[in-house]
Structure formats: C-alpha cells, structure tokens
C-alpha cells in the first residue's frame, strides 16, 4: 500500500502565492507520472499539470506561465508552485500518482485526500 501526504493548501490573496507538496511512503519500488488534479465547487475534476519520471512537465492552458510542477525523486514527492493566483483557482486540490510497489508488478494509481486552496481577498 502507498500513502500519499497532501500539504500546503489555504487561503491566499488574489496575485498571491502558495506552493504544494504530496509526499509518497509505503511500498514503492518506483514511481511513474505524478500529477496535480483539482476540483472547483459544482465542477468536474480537471487536470492541473503532470510531470514525468524524467522531469518532464506538461501544464493545464489556465495555469501555463504561472504554475510549476516539480518533483524530488529521492523523497517520493511532486510540487506545485502557484504564483499570480486568480480567484477560479479556488478548488480542492488532488495529488496523483502511479506507483510501482515491486519490480515486476503493474502501475498502481493512488490519489490524494486533497487539500483546500481558496484564492480571496
């Protein structure tokens, strides 16, 4: 079993910023993808950004220029850097990621428990 740790999240002016973590433990023997989702209040969950094994990142066209998706692969864990943030990215934030938990076993999708980010004045 993998648990993910979800921190970071909260209330934030708009302009502002706030960065967050998701940290994986447990049984993992790699991780593949890791991603950031989130869900606005009455809205479907959407992709925030994703970023490959190798550090490759691909970004939501809402957020492209003012987000950042990092991970440390040492410490089993993604970012997400939030700068210049807007009141429609208020939502609950989900982290995500496909983990590997033994050599040759399959690609397992874990999700977050989410953490709340309201951008407000």
């Known amino acids: 079993q993998v648990q993910l740790a979800e921190s970071g999240g909260g209330l934030v002016q708009p302009g502002g910023s706030l960065r967050l973590s998701c940290a994986a433990s447990?049984?993992?023997?790699?991780?593949?993808?890791m991603a950031w989702f989130r869900q606005a209040p009455g809205k479907q969950r959407e992709l925030v950004a994703t970023i490959t094994s190798g550090g490759s990142p691909t970004y939501a066209d809402s957020v492209k220029g003012r987000f950042t998706i990092s991970r440390d692969n040492a410490k089993n864990t993604v970012y997400l850097q939030m700068n210049s943030q807007k009141p429609e990215d208020t939502a609950v934030y989900y982290c995500?990621?496909?983990?590997?938990?033994?050599?040759?076993?399959?690609?397992?999708?874990?999700w977050g428990l989410g953490t709340q980010v309201t951008v407000s004045s």
């Open positions: 447990g049984s993992i023997f790699s991780i593949n993808t």
């Open positions: 995500y990621v496909e983990v590997r938990e033994f050599r040759y076993s399959s690609w397992v999708k874990y």
